[in-house]
């Protein structure tokens, strides 16, 4: 889904980077965010809602709607639309509330 040749744009010499998502490894480019690196991969489900279980993804990508979650490197409910994604980062979906919400004797 990437554009490699525009007629107007100059061709993105930016350094290319993998990552994992769900334990596939993907491409992205330095600087984008998690978002983007994936929809650059064709992903656009990033997870499920909580309560009716529908898929959620980028919406409003300014941080605003928090429908981008995922886990990043075990770190729960970071959003994707505004994180950028790193060399070897381990990027999940988010698929349940996170242990923190939970009572400490369900699982």
Request: charged content about 25%; aromatic content about 8%; glycine content about 8%.
């Amino acid at each position: 889904m990437y554009i490699t040749d525009h007629p107007v744009l100059k061709k993105d010499d930016r350094k290319v980077i993998q990552f994992y998502f769900n334990n596939e490894p993907l491409n992205a480019k330095a600087g984008q965010t998690i978002a983007a690196a994936l929809m650059g991969n064709g992903i656009k489900k990033v997870g499920v809602s909580r309560k009716l279980q529908k898929s959620r993804g980028l919406f409003c990508a300014r941080g605003r709607c928090y429908s981008c979650f995922v886990t990043v490197d075990g770190l729960d409910h970071v959003l994707s639309c505004s994180t950028i994604v790193e060399e070897g980062m381990e990027v999940y979906s988010n698929l349940s509330d996170s242990d923190v919400r939970r009572g400490e004797n369900e699982h």
